[in-house]
């Protein structure tokens, strides 16, 4: 095939909407070979002060959310320059976006429009290559499911409860493939509506922006307790099989120092005994944004009191910026990297976070946005980049299961025809390495080295995933 074929022959935009039914701007990428691609940019609402800028046209139309200007840049500022680029050069192309722009938060032509861009460009080149996306981006050692995290008690900004912290999630890492980790989430999904429904009555099911249920709560403990319920109804063990994780997005509690928490402001010293109890207490391996994103100092506090037993992952503190990632992860502020495209506004940036996570031995999860749309990209990119986990919420509404149904099928792909002899990986290799981590008293977890495609250093949680093919 000539190198022509991949080629950009046009490219151009439409306003879409996304699960919130905020615009959003879709882009598409058509090459000379015919190859064919789109992208749609997902959005935040608990969003890091240093995120890449959303263009949008303010006014009264869309109630000030339309995205018509960013369309226009792409038909006709965006478009004249990238036709005729070959789209295989996914970091000329996203330079060329970024140069385009010309501002450090990508304010002018927006990061919505670059985000949309950057993935229809990857997903042209894919389909021109006759390559499924995950492998044209990570090529032949593109084999590892991600453990799914599942948010499926919502509180925060994404739900109408009084509960403080944003995402309580259900982490199923303890099973052989990742369809066996999915029909545990949705096991314990199912087990945990019949609970709130028993406790809290009808409404307490009525779902928050990522799926999750919002029932009437307000302590922390009251949904870690109602989770750890649901996953021993469902006849899975606590701690491990199926461990907690928390996304306290705390940047939304912090006001002048402190942070509100149940009705009241404490310090952060309080805000870290508070954690302390929680993990001591309960089999949570996964903590995210547990102080707000300028408080890096406290970061440091969180990985060095709790990094034994759970991730410590930076969100908001890290906006996906490969700068950030570097200075955070050197100071020992995090153990994880939350990854989420939109933030940072093109897919080679988001890679060097990735990179320069794995370089200092930080993991990293794929993240969806609590706007969110039928796009999968994400999928495909935590297979292609080897992440250790993916967060797409929970196992209900379209735009969320949307992504678990691709891992669903990648992983279907990867494992017929069965081209090599793939003997259960996690079971020989746990064998091999296995030891335990003395969670609490009652929680037990199995830790198992994951040092097989990358560096990991490992904390509470270091699963070998799911290998297939
Ligand atoms: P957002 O929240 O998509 O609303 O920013 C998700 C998160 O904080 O992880
Ligand atoms: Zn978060």
Redesign the pocket.
Known sequence: MGGEAFNIRRVRALQVIDSRGNPTIKAYVELAGGGYGWGIAPS????GEREAVELRDGGRKWRGKGVSRAVAIVNTIVAPRLEGVDSRRQSYIDRLLIELDGTPNKSRIGGNTTTALSIATARAAADQAGLELFQYLGGAGARRLPIPILNVINGG??AGNDLDF??FMIVPHGFNSFTDAIRAAVEIYGELRGLLKERYGATAVNVGDEGGFAPPMRKAEEPLQTLVQAVEKAGYEPGREVSLGI?A?ASQLYRDGRYLVEGKAISREELLNIYQRLVENYPIVYL??PFSEDDFESFKAAVEALSARTLIVG??LLVTNPERVKEASADGAVTGL?VKVNQVGTLTEALEAIQAARDRGVAHIV?H???DTEDTFIADLSVATGALMI?AGAPARSERTSKYNRLLEIEDTLATPPLTLAPSYSASYAAANPWRVYLTGIYTTTVILANITTNFRCTALCSPGYFRG
């Not at 935040?44 to 969003?47: D, I, K, L, V």
Request: proline letters at 0%.
């Open positions: 935040g609402a608990s969003r900004v994404h944003q995402e996304d997005a995210e944004d969100d908001d939350l993240s946005r609590s706007g967060k």
